[in-house]
């Protein structure tokens, strides 16, 4: 199925399991758009069958029981190189925000949930498990269909086995709570490979297109937004674009967001097959997480693209 604009000028990508045989044309087709979206926009919604309405209404339910705990239960989440608890922050009381690492593993959602509730919680550990082994599961879709566009098949295995996945469930209160104070996140690019953002009715995010432009990403709690981060800019030898981004919030209504971030343990190179006359390499090889490091260390703009400045040639 040829990809779609949103109303909102983002590509719509329909991933879904009759399109997912590689070989056949709609699967070239799709890698060709999926490749074209992240370059020229840095983002596109996913229409995907893998998560059911069912499960994209539980996990909401749990999300919104997680931020319910109380304030010092939730400061538990105390992580060290990844943001743990992030709430009541005074340049953003309408912030608030957790992570769960290694979210695709049972143990990785099980010391999580153990943290969160002593005595255990069951439906939380399973949902939020299953949930993330789905919505994984798109990652590596795009992955593979990037990978095939650029000729760099013979390496999307080991990339995939060093990938590990952490879901930082997001809750946005309503201006009118904090004196309209309506910033929600500040402009920033994300370190990962790619981040995939789910959230409930309410819109709030807006993305920088490469012309400068800024838009409202409008997205229903059916479709996934994808987004390219640092990390997949910098490993495509600067083809890939990764958008800067904010929340701002509008609506008097609160808003939840997943976003799910792929990061890649291990270093990661430039596949010599980016390198040309024309794409001369823009990038030393770096470590995923030395990057994060650096970018929450706040020694940089962090507003502006942090490889660059990080492992950037002639940045
Ligand atoms: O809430 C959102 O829509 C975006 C959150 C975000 O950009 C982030 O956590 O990196
Ligand atoms: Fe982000």
Redesign the pocket.
Known sequence: MAASQSPCKIPIIHIKKDNLKPGTSSWKTSCHEVRHALEEYGCFLVVQDEVSEQLEMEIFDLVKELFDLPKETKSKNNLDIFLGYVGQIPHAPIHE?LGIPNVTTFEGVRDFTNLMWPSGNKRFCETVLTYAKLVAKVEQMVDNMVFESYGTMKYLESHIESTTYVL?P?K?SPPEMHNSIDI??DV?T?KSFI?I?H?NQVN??KVELRNGEWIDVDFSPTSFLVIAGDAYQAWSNDRIYAPR?T?IMKENKE?Y?N?LFSYHNGMVKVPEMLIDEQHPLAFKPFDNFDLLRFYLSNKTDMSASTVKVYCGINA
């Open positions: 925000s930082r997001l946005y929600g996140a920033h994300d981040t953002l959230q709030a995010l981004h929340v808003r967001c976003a």
